[in-house]
């Protein structure tokens, strides 16, 4: 079974300033990563994933993670944050080996962006 | 866009009650989900169904709970009879052929 670490809980940043979220994960097998992110009163909406090829993969609105095998690491961050980037942050695994993607996710990561 | 939306957004309902939380996923799409989320705590998968039937099912997916796509558009998560434990928000997803599922926006469950 797999699992995920997101080891911060709360994240307080200027605007303007980089933000960087980690995640942790450990699977018996090869995994899909994901970070999702909730807005205020919003659903889940998918940020970015990695499935293969290349270890870093880009969002449109600016973030970017890092899949690192040996490290069992896919980080999350952005450069340059923006108030609008305030929400809640997931990362989560799927195992390929399974046929329905089911997801298991991190505890999340609250990013308040201050002016 | 096409977008999973799920009814009500909240819900109140007194322990022992059954409920019932509705989601309608993106239209052509096969493999449908719930997950939860207790305050403070993971999003947890509860259950995944595909071709008429559960796939998987974690361990909190007891007889206390069953899924059902009644009509082809509804996917709905009936709880027969609420704990207090069962508070939580239940977030309903769909997935077309990749591997990227879609997400409502939730129904926050109360059970008092």
């Known amino acids: 079974a797999q699992s995920v670490t997101q080891l911060d809980s709360q994240v307080p940043v200027f605007e303007e300033a980089p933000v960087e979220l980690r995640c942790n994960y450990s699977?018996?097998?090869?995994?899909?990563l994901f970070w999702y992110v909730q807005y205020p009163n919003q659903g889940l909406q998918l940020l970015l994933k990695?499935?293969?090829?290349?270890?870093l993969v880009k969002s449109i609105n600016g973030f970017e993670a890092e899949f690192n095998k040996s490290q069992t690491s896919f980080h999350l961050r952005k450069p340059s944050v923006h108030i609008s980037d305030t929400a809640e942050y997931f990362c989560?695994?799927?195992?390929?080996?399974?046929?329905?993607?089911?997801?298991?996710f991190g505890a999340g990561t609250t990013v308040t962006v201050r002016a | 866009e096409p977008e999973v939306t799920q009814t009500p957004s909240h819900q109140v309902t007194q322990m022992g009650q059954e409920v019932i939380l509705r989601c309608v996923p993106i239209?052509?799409?096969?493999?449908f989900y719930w997950y939860r989320q207790i305050l403070g705590q993971k999003v947890e998968f509860l259950v995944s169904?595909?071709?008429?039937?559960?796939?998987?099912k974690s361990e909190i997916f007891d007889d206390q709970f069953s899924v059902e796509r009644p009509d082809g558009s509804n996917f709905t998560l009936k709880i027969r009879s609420t704990k207090l434990e069962d508070s939580a928000m239940y977030f309903c997803?769909?997935?077309?052929?990749?591997?990227?599922?879609?997400f409502g926006q939730g129904t926050r469950l109360t059970v008092v």
């Open positions: 997803a769909s997935r077309g052929g990749s591997t990227e599922a879609f």
């Open positions: 699977s018996s097998v090869s995994v899909y």
């Open positions: 990695y499935l293969s090829g290349s270890t």
């Open positions: 989560a695994v799927s195992e390929l080996s399974a046929n329905d993607y089911k997801l298991s």
């Open positions: 239209s052509n799409h096969l493999y």
């Open positions: 169904f595909y071709n008429n039937e559960i796939s998987e």
